[in-house]
């Protein structure tokens, strides 16, 4: 199971710190990655890393923005959002793989609910 939290209201140029913790049997998680969606478009990649945190992805829309890392002894996962633009505003969710790292939703096997964040311009 995958419980995401951190998500708000927040102003343009602020940041937030999302974070994803899995419980139960994870010694099959792979790689980890955050969607985001908005209303009536598709599931759309932001970051991905492997879950010892030695490989990591981005969406170029948010590379240099965005930090994904995780904690193994916590079983978490973060994603930091610095300089957060109203583009950004979506609801987030985290994602589990067992077989690789990719930004393709299909390539994920375990989905948590979402966290919505919303940016003000």
């Known amino acids: 199971q995958l419980q995401a939290c951190g998500g708000g209201l927040v102003q343009a140029g602020g940041c937030l710190r999302l974070s994803c913790t899995a419980s139960g049997r994870i010694y099959w998680v792979y790689a980890m990655g955050w969607f985001r969606q908005t209303p009536g478009n598709e599931r759309e990649f932001v970051a991905g890393?492997?879950?010892?945190?030695?490989?990591?992805l981005y969406a170029d829309s948010v590379k240099g923005r965005f930090t994904i890392s995780s904690n193994l002894a916590e079983n978490t996962v973060y994603l930091q959002m610095n300089n957060l633009k109203p583009e950004d505003t979506a609801v987030y969710h985290c994602?589990?793989?067992?077989?690789?790292?990719?930004?393709?939703?299909?390539?994920?096997?375990?989905w948590g609910q979402g966290t919505e964040v919303t940016v003000s311009s």
């Open positions: 890393s492997t879950w010892s945190g030695g490989n990591a």
């Open positions: 994602a589990a793989s067992k077989r690789s790292l990719g930004s393709q939703p299909i390539g994920y096997d375990y």
